[in-house]
Each structure stands twice: as C-alpha cells, then as structure tokens.
C-alpha cells in the first residue's frame, strides 16, 4: 500500500507571493492533518479535515487555509507569504479523525526569501 | 495549551551504550507516541502507549507510559550507529483531539562508531 505523498518536495517562494501544498493520504484513509515543522517550533498543528470538512484548526493566522476533495486529497494555501513561513509542512494521513495513528508524508520544504 | 517536553534536547553517545530519553508534561493524555525523524524525510510511528504504566518494547527500544499518563521515556539498549535521528513524542490530549497530535521538539540523537 503507497504511503503519504505530497508535493511538491521542495519550493522556493519571495515574500508577498502565495503558495499551494498538495497532499494525497493512504488508500482508504480520509482524515487528513497538516503540521508545519520549525527548528523553534518543532510541528505545530495547522488544520485538520475529514470528508471534505475542516474539523479543527490550529492557532495560525487566517493566511493558511485548506481543503479537501472528495478522494480525501488535501490542499494547503499559504497567502501573502512571510520570511517566517519557511519551513518544513508536514501532512499525515489517519483512517478516522482525532486519532493517535497518523502516518506522515515526507514533507514539502519550502523556503521564503 | 498542552506542552510535552523532551530531554535531552540532544545527545551524542557511542555505539554500544545506553541511553534514555524523556518526555513530560502536566497534562494527562490518552495516549503517547514516540516517532523517529530522518533528515528531509517525515516522522516514523515507532509506537503507542495507551494504559498508564504500560511498557513495550521494540527489540532494542524500550518504551514506557507514566502511571498518570504525563510521561513517558525512551530507552536504548546497545545504540547502533543506524539509532541516529530525531525522536519525537507526541500526545493526544485527553481532553479531546481538537488541537491534533501535540509534539515535543524532539531529541537529537546521534550515535558515533
């Protein structure tokens, strides 16, 4: 079974511009979560969305949004891009939502300049 | 907010000791899990605890629940240059999943030959 994919891996943005992430979670799985990851930070939760539905939200500014489609695939927007948004984001895959047992994806890193 | 903090933040042994880490926090969850995180790659479920006091072990890495379920350590047996990476705990609050999986910022492990 094909784990979590997202892409893409890499993106190299300047501030001011927009940018969208695309997630695909494992065959069969429908609840979708993205965290972004600093060296600060560590991963932070951002949002979480089952059967096309925003079930939670992390505490980040109305800039990130997301959705997801009706195969489960997911989408992230970050708006108005800031030096600060740099950084690794993270989607994880579960079979229900609010659960411990997510299966992440390798990331997309993006970089602002 | 709940808060789980990891310690060491990082750790340099060699091949063939022990090593423990931990994770802690002042909030009950109901369940821990620990995950490993290579360079430019996503985190990797190692394990879940559930029950307080609950020990489990994944040949030669030790895990364990804290009674109240506020903590939980990781030990290694005999660490093996391939231990190298990011250990993460993480935690699923025990009131509810509506802030996602809360993640320590991780110890960095290294394993000299």
């Known amino acids: 079974k094909a784990g979590v994919t997202q892409t893409p891996r890499y993106l190299i943005k300047t501030r001011g511009q927009q940018v969208t992430l695309s997630c695909s979670p494992i065959s069969g799985h429908r609840s979708v979560s993205w965290y972004q990851q600093t060296p600060g930070q560590g991963l932070q939760f951002l949002f979480e969305?089952?059967?096309?539905?925003?079930?939670n939200k992390g505490n980040f500014p109305g800039r990130f949004s997301g959705r997801q489609f009706s195969n489960s695939r997911s989408e992230m927007n970050v708006s108005t891009l800031e030096l600060g948004d740099s950084a690794l984001y993270l989607c994880?895959?579960?079979?229900?939502?609010?659960?411990?047992?997510?299966?992440f994806g390798p990331g997309t890193r993006l970089t602002v300049l | 907010t709940q808060l789980l903090e990891q310690s060491p933040q990082f750790l340099s042994i060699q091949e063939g000791e022990n090593l423990t880490v931990y994770c802690n926090s002042s909030?009950?969850?109901?369940?821990l899990q620990w995950y490993r995180q290579e360079p430019g790659e996503g985190p990797v479920l190692l394990v879940t605890v559930v029950t307080g006091g609950e020990v489990k072990k994944l040949k030669r890495l030790t895990f364990q629940f804290g009674d109240a379920r506020k903590d939980s350590s990781l030990h290694i047996t005999a660490a093996q240059p391939g231990d190298t990476g990011l250990y993460l705990c993480?935690?699923?609050?025990?009131?509810?999943?509506?802030?996602?999986?809360?993640f320590g910022k991780g110890t960095h492990l290294i394993i000299q030959p």
């Open positions: 993480a935690g699923l609050y025990s009131g509810g999943g509506a802030d996602g999986l809360t």
């Open positions: 909030s009950v969850f109901s369940s």
């Open positions: 969305y089952f059967s096309e539905t925003q079930r």
């Open positions: 994880a895959s579960s079979l229900i939502p609010s659960t411990d047992t997510q299966y």
